[in-house]
């Protein structure tokens, strides 16, 4: 089953405006992790936030996690054309930290030059 | 290698024959992942190698489904009797620290 509930599930915006998507959880979790994916290959790590953190960043992305809420949100700030992908939050399952993980449904981003 | 490779990258097989999909992981990744992602399922978790421990293969869907990992490197997913519903794209992974590095996963169509 899938811990993490995605939303929206598809995303259009315009080059140089901010994109949010959100993710909400089930269980305890020891982080939470955000990833990309291209043209439904590859997944890329873009960050980890651990349960103890309730915001970071890196570059354009800013991340957040509120764990009384079992959510989390990822922004991508003066989106690109090349930010169009799919986002995809993750955990860990079990309270672990480096269990394999349980993927959320996933966000479309597309974004418009 | 710089990352995480698979091959085949595409793989067309008929219902009812085996195949076999080949990861070959980061030099020095000790822990291993195999998962899937289909349409309907979205991304799924099938089996994980770490080091000489008993593999965790509670995300293997059936027994027509195994893994294996060879001194520790590369792994091999087999899939006996294919069935029309295997059809994903298989995607492996391997870790350091937190961080799953994935290679860019095989499309498997089962016709």
């Known amino acids: 089953s899938q811990q993490g509930e995605e939303d929206p599930q598809a995303l259009s915006i315009q080059e140089g405006e901010n994109a949010t998507m959100n993710c909400s959880y089930k269980?305890?979790?020891?982080?939470l992790q955000w990833y990309r994916q291209n043209s439904g290959r590859g997944l890329v790590h873009l960050i980890l936030?651990?349960?103890?953190?309730r915001e970071k960043h890196s570059g354009r992305l800013r991340v957040t996690l509120d764990t009384s809420k079992k959510s989390s949100s990822l922004l991508i700030t003066a989106s690109r054309a090349a930010d169009t992908a799919s986002y995809f939050c993750?955990?860990?399952?079990?309270?672990?930290?480096?269990?394999?993980?349980?993927f959320g449904q996933g966000t479309i981003l597309t974004v418009h030059p | 290698g710089a990352g995480v490779s698979q091959s085949p990258s595409n793989k067309v097989t008929e219902k009812g024959k085996d195949v076999e999909l080949r990861c070959d992981p980061i030099?020095?990744?000790?822990?291993l992942y195999w998962y899937r992602q289909s349409l309907g399922q979205g991304l799924e978790f099938l089996i994980y190698?770490?080091?000489?421990?008993?593999?965790?293969k509670s995300g293997l869907p059936s027994d027509r489904f195994s893994a294996e990992r060879t001194g520790g490197s590369v792994s091999t997913l087999t899939i006996q009797r294919t069935q029309q519903e295997d059809s994903a794209v298989y995607l492996c992974?391997?870790?350091?620290?937190?961080?799953?590095?994935f290679g860019p996963g095989t499309r498997l169509t089962v016709l």
């Open positions: 269980t305890s979790i020891n982080n």
């Open positions: 190698f770490q080091g000489n421990s008993a593999p965790d």
């Open positions: 992974a391997s870790r350091v620290g937190y961080e799953q590095f």
């Open positions: 936030i651990r349960s103890n953190e």
């Open positions: 993750a955990t860990p399952t079990g309270g672990t930290s480096y269990g394999k993980l349980t």
């Open positions: 030099s020095g990744h000790t822990a």
